[in-house]
């Protein structure tokens, strides 16, 4: 089930609240992976890649809320945390390659003693 599916069944009280908050911040994962990836410097993507990890974060808060809420049953809950892991999981490891890249480029940018 996809986050869009997902919050269709809230009730309408939430539609302004927290259905936007959840649609929104799961969004918000993909476009900002794709703006640091559009922005060519790693720093840059780095910088967004990290903001597109506290966007999964924020995903999960709002969907445990959710779960408190009895909006979405643990099941439902449990299996959108483990897509979410993976999630964080990949982008932690690009991150980790863009620091590894950095540090070898400017490692290389030294001058001979």
């Known amino acids: 089930m996809t986050i869009s599916e997902l919050v269709r ?6 539609k302004y609240a927290l259905t936007s908050q959840i649609t929104r911040s799961a969004r918000s994962v993909t476009a900002n992976i794709a703006e640091g990836y559009g922005r060519y410097t790693y720093t840059d993507t780095r910088r967004f890649f990290i903001q597109s990890r506290g966007s999964a974060v924020e995903t999960l808060e709002h969907l445990s809320v959710a779960h408190d809420e009895g909006y979405i049953t643990e099941n439902t809950l449990e299996q959108i945390e483990q897509q979410c892991e993976t999630v964080i999981k990949t982008i932690n490891g690009y991150i980790a390659y863009l ?8 490692i290389q940018r030294q001058p001979n003693p």
Do not use: Q, S
Not at 9 to 14: G, I, K, L, R, S
Not at 99 to 106: F, L, Q, S
């Open 9 to 14: 069944t809230f009730p309408d009280a939430e």
């Open 99 to 106: 620091d590894k890249v950095t540090k070898e480029r400017n």
